[in-house]
């Protein structure tokens, strides 16, 4: 949908009965594509979708830094990455190699 953030909504299984799915679902636009995600099926791709799914890994972290330089002690959300803002000036697009420059 034109001047949406995202124009289809992928949501995992394993999640599709959690309150907060659930509260996000009843915000989607009426006529937006909603998919469920089942066991092994391909992850979405694109910038125009909205994932839902559990974080499986660390999702505050230490800032992996450039190999090398000091640490800078920043601290970064994993949920950044695959941000669909694409902004020119966010340091974190140089830590994510899934999105594109």
């Excluded at 636009?29 to 995600?37: D, T």
């Amino acid at each position: 949908m034109k001047g949406e953030l995202f124009s289809r909504v992928v949501v995992d299984e394993d999640v599709s009965r959690e309150e907060f799915t659930l509260s996000v679902l009843k915000k989607i636009p009426s006529g937006m594509e909603v998919s469920i995600r089942r066991g092994e099926e391909p992850l979405p791709t694109g910038k125009s979708n909205l994932h839902l799914t559990r974080e499986r890994g660390g999702f505050f972290r230490e800032c992996p830094c450039t190999p090398g330089a000091v640490s800078c002690g920043y601290k970064i959300f994993t949920l950044g990455f695959n941000c669909p803002f694409r902004c020119s000036y966010c340091f974190l697009r140089f830590y994510a190699p899934e999105v594109p420059l």
